[in-house]
T-cell receptor
């Protein structure tokens, strides 16, 4: 079976740094993706880690450790518009994604 | 370059009815995946189509079926609707090769169809 664990909610203030952790147990694993979804909107791709290590894309970074079945998304210089749900998702082959339940990030002034 | 579009945006059906949801892929994409997202949950993989053939299926019963057309647009059909089918249905298009394994092709999601079953 497949299971992904991530915190249900994280709160932070503007300008701060926040880290959203994700641990997974899957029968097939090729990489870990992160998606952002604003309320009622389409999930949008943030980053993908196919190999261990850190990937940086602007204010967002993502990390993967295959040996620990663990990854995280790091958001820096938080802005109000970053308030959204964030999902980690395992690529289990054929680019099919198994998603976690999501972490709601609330950014306050 | 046009994005992924879905229709309708909202739909209300009663238990036992059938529904068809539609998705137009992003220009140049040949692969469509469908996901069901219940309230407060992450999207759950239903199935994927690559060049008009089913290319993988999640843990959904046979009453969930799909089609992909030569222009790579796609339909999701759900028969004998149940109350638990109420959810946001998302399609995602990508440029795939149809092969398995670890090659990852970024998926672009549409805005979804909100289905309510009464």
């Amino acid at each position: 079976g497949q299971s992904l664990e991530q915190p249900s909610e994280v709160t932070a203030v503007e300008g701060a740094i926040v880290q959203i952790n994700c641990t997974y147990q899957t029968s097939g694993f090729y990489g870990l993706s992160w998606y952002q979804q604003h309320d009622g909107g389409a999930p949008t791709f943030l980053s993908y880690n196919g190999l261990d290590g850190l990937e940086e894309t602007g204010r967002f970074s993502s990390f993967l450790s295959r040996s620990d079945s663990y990854g995280y998304l790091l958001l820096q210089e938080l802005q109000m518009k970053d308030s959204a749900s964030y999902f980690c998702a395992v690529n289990s082959g054929y680019s099919t994604l198994t998603f976690g339940k999501g972490t709601m990030l609330l950014v306050s002034p | 370059e046009t994005g992924v579009t879905q229709s309708p945006t909202h739909l209300i059906k009663t238990r036992g009815q059938q529904v068809t949801l539609r998705c137009s892929s992003q220009s140049g994409h040949n692969t469509v995946s469908w996901y069901q997202q219940a309230l407060g949950q992450g999207p759950q993989f239903i199935f994927q189509y690559y060049r008009e053939e089913e290319n993988g299926r999640g843990n959904f019963p046979p009453r969930f079926s799909g089609l992909q057309f030569p222009n790579y647009s796609s339909e999701l059909n759900v028969n004998a609707l149940e109350l638990d089918d109420s959810a946001l249905y998302l399609c995602a298009s990508s440029l795939g090769t149809g092969g398995g394994g670890g090659a990852y092709n970024e998926q672009f999601f549409g805005p979804g169809t909100r289905l309510t079953v009464l």
